[in-house]
């Protein structure tokens, strides 16, 4: 098997993995959120799995609100910004898959000139602003190849400067939290 081969199984195993997993977390939504009962390793995993669906949406954000009025909110904020930004993956690997289709999209002509030219820099805007289209985002740094650690580092700072804000709203708005 010649390197091309190997890279057209790897892309199409990723497009495929990408979609099953959003696919089976959409279907399964409301059993995801009976993981927040399991403290801050549950809010982590509520977090990257609610961030690991494609274009489907799954409000996340309003159970890190809720998780920030009952545990300390910078922790809420820690452990749900950090699944939120390991979920984001699955964009990246669609991206990194399906790169031709990716190009020939509408919407990719209007966001990649802004990755391409600030790079990690447009992923912390896009990460960080509340939008269900960071999938897009994430399609994008992959088909472009943008260096993993780049865009994990990028989209984790705005993915938990955006949940230390509804964690901390959260916390305002629903009661104060304890000092766990």
């Known amino acids: ?11 199409i195993l990723a497009l495929v993995f990408a979609v099953g997993l959003t696919l089976f977390l959409y279907l399964n939504r409301h059993r995801v959120q009976h993981l927040q009962g399991y403290g801050y390793a549950g809010i ?18 309003l159970i890190t609100s809720a998780m920030g009025a009952v545990f300390n909110p910078f922790w809420v904020a820690l452990a749900a910004g950090s699944g ?17 289709i990716v190009e020939r999209a509408q919407w990719h002509d209007r966001i990649e000139p802004y990755i391409r030219r600030y790079g990690g820099l447009a992923i912390l805007v896009m990460a960080f602003v509340p939008n269900p289209a960071f999938d897009v985002a994430g399609i994008i740094a992959g088909a472009l190849k943008m260096p993993l650690r780049i865009f994990l580092f990028w989209c984790w700072l705005g993915k938990v400067l955006k949940m230390l804000i509804f964690a901390y709203s959260g916390a305002l708005l629903l009661g104060s939290p304890s000092p766990s």
Not at 2 to 10: D, I, K, M, N, S
Not at 46 to 57: C, E, F, G, H, R
Request: charged share 10%.
């Open 44 to 61: 982590f995993l509520v977090s990257l799995l609610t961030n690991a669906t494609l274009i489907l949406p799954i409000p996340g954000v």
């Open 1 to 11: 098997m010649t390197q091309e081969q190997r890279t057209r199984w790897l892309r």
């Open 84 to 100: 939120a930004a390991l979920g984001e993956l699955s964009g990246y690997l669609v991206g990194f898959s399906g790169q031709g």
